[in-house]
């Protein structure tokens, strides 16, 4: 088994917005935990818990206090010139909200050639194949290109969201409560998509979510986080007959079970 990404001992404190109180916050308490490429792996735990922090410090949105993140065993905090560019196309995040994680003055073309722009020196005619490959994986039509974000739904801006984190082939997806703002039927549609670009792609995907019963049906493998810490880790189905610890125990019995 083949380690992609790698957190050993990452602590991470916010600045306390109170002045009075100069104590700082720890979002994320002394977390290791090992992602396997080409597997899934779900981070849960109620809102609070550290998840989407730990997930924006891989993307180097923000810095650890202390600890490492190591990527494909090398440590994104000793990458050299070149190998800091092409992190970013390694490692794509998907946010909650598909309406505020777009530009409402782009239109769809722009939105999914910017990162394209960016990243590569390819040509008109190999940047709008390229877009065109990632619609149809998304299940989104080119007469979709010309709109702008508020002239969709929410599931059709997530697929968007997704098109444009897939443009640049990263080897992981981080993809932090893709689902939670979305209608039920939507998010069936949006999970039963990130399954097959796994397969697709032979897609690594870090995927956080409070809702267990999404877990239970896409993860391989469940880390449950609790004030910051990784208390309990283990293959999904293990997590959910053989749970160990309390609060784990506390979070699988509030799954509702239609009888």
Known sequence: MEILLETNNLTIEYKNINKADKDSIRAVDNVSLKIIKGEIYALAGESG?????????????????SGDILFEGKSIYSHSRNEKKEYPKK?????????????????????????????????????????????????????????????????????????????LNPELLIADEPVSA?????????????????YKRDLTILFISHDMNVIKYLADRVGIMYYGSLIEENYTGTIFRFPKEEYTKKLLSSVPVLK
Not at 108 to 131: A, H, Q, R, S
Not at 143 to 149: E, F, K
């Open 49 to 65: 818990c550290g998840k989407s922090t730990l997930a924006k410090a891989v993307t180097k949105l923000v810095l650890p206090k």
């Open 91 to 167: 490692v794509q995040m998907v946010f909650q909200n598909p309406y505020s994680s777009l530009n409402p003055k782009m239109k769809i073309y722009d939105i999914l050639k910017e990162p394209l722009d960016i990243n590569t020196k390819l040509k008109k005619p190999e940047k709008d194949e390229l877009i065109e490959e990632v619609l149809a994986e998304t299940g989104l039509q080119t007469d979709c290109l010309s709109l702008y974000p508020h002239e969709f739904s929410g599931g059709q801006r997530q697929r968007i969201a997704i098109a444009r984190a897939l443009i």
């Open 182 to 198: 979305l209608d039920a039927s939507i998010q069936a549609q949006i999970i039963n998509l990130l399954k097959s670009l796994k």
